[in-house]
């Protein structure tokens, strides 16, 4: 793909020749700017690194059921995003044509998925994610011919998982957290992980595009650090994702 860094979100092919499936989220894309999605648009700064991350739909195991996306758990190393949930994504290098060829190559530094396999169907618009400073730019992408995929550094990734959609949008998994008075956002709690912050809000947004979302109570409110210790608790190797997979999906592709 030639899509440089600040080209327009949208549509990279023509929405017809994405799966069924996949077809009214492709066609979603084409919104102004990360306020859309619920994300703050990056400021005018120059000094801002550019980043990338591969949000990457398998096709259902069946007709009429939902696909998985790949999510992984980072590792615990100390910086602001240690034992998160996220899209396989990171900071552009020098080498990197755009948004595409980081997502491309961060997924596969981080899970061994095969770029081969892999087509990128569309951008999201720039986010900024004030924390880490990034500005982020979501890769839509269909996994056409999957491949396995698992831990590849332990000193970054502590689990590879295909997270069936379905799970996702199980109004039992989920709520809203909330960090005292600052923040409160969607959260998604799953076998051994809770899904949060910035990750957990774009797939709110990606769920209600492709009208895969259920109604849900967001009256649900929990503590961030209750939650946590929760799906911490669940992530222990007889209950939940480990360096394999998902207590619900093996990350061996089938």
């Not at 894309?29 to 739909?57: C, E, H, N, Q």
């Not at 948004?99 to 999201?124: I, M, N, S």
């Amino acid at each position: 793909m030639t899509a440089g860094w600040g080209a327009e979100p949208g549509p990279l092919v023509d929405p017809h020749t994405v799966p069924s499936w996949l077809r009214d989220l492709v066609r979603a894309t084409s919104v102004t700017d990360g306020r859309d999605i619920g994300r703050l648009t990056p400021p005018d700064d120059p000094g801002l690194r550019s980043a990338a991350v591969l949000m990457l739909f398998g096709a259902p195991s069946a007709s009429g059921a939902l696909p998985d996306v790949l999510l992984l758990r980072r590792a615990d190393g100390g910086d602001v995003h240690s034992g998160q949930v996220a899209f396989p994504g990171g900071g552009a290098e020098p080498a990197d044509g755009g948004p595409v060829d980081t997502a491309l190559r961060e997924a596969q530094e981080e899970t061994g998925v095969h770029p081969a396999g892999v087509r990128p169907v569309a951008l999201l618009p720039e986010m900024y994610v004030p924390v880490s400073g990034f500005r982020v730019t979501p890769v839509l992408a269909h996994w056409e011919r999957p491949s396995p995929v698992g831990v590849v550094d332990d000193g970054e990734v502590a689990a590879v998982a295909r997270v069936p959609v379905a799970e996702l949008v199980d109004p039992a998994n989920r709520f809203l957290v909330r960090i005292r008075k600052h923040y409160r956002g969607p959260a998604f709690g799953l076998p051994g992980m809770l899904v949060w912050g910035f990750t957990a809000g774009v797939l709110t947004w990606l769920l209600d595009a492709a009208g895969w979302a259920e109604p849900w109570d967001d009256r649900d409110v929990r503590d961030l650090d209750v939650a946590l210790a929760a799906a911490a608790r669940a992530a222990q190797p007889s209950a939940g994702c480990d360096s394999g997979g998902s207590a619900t999906e093996p990350a061996e592709a089938t």
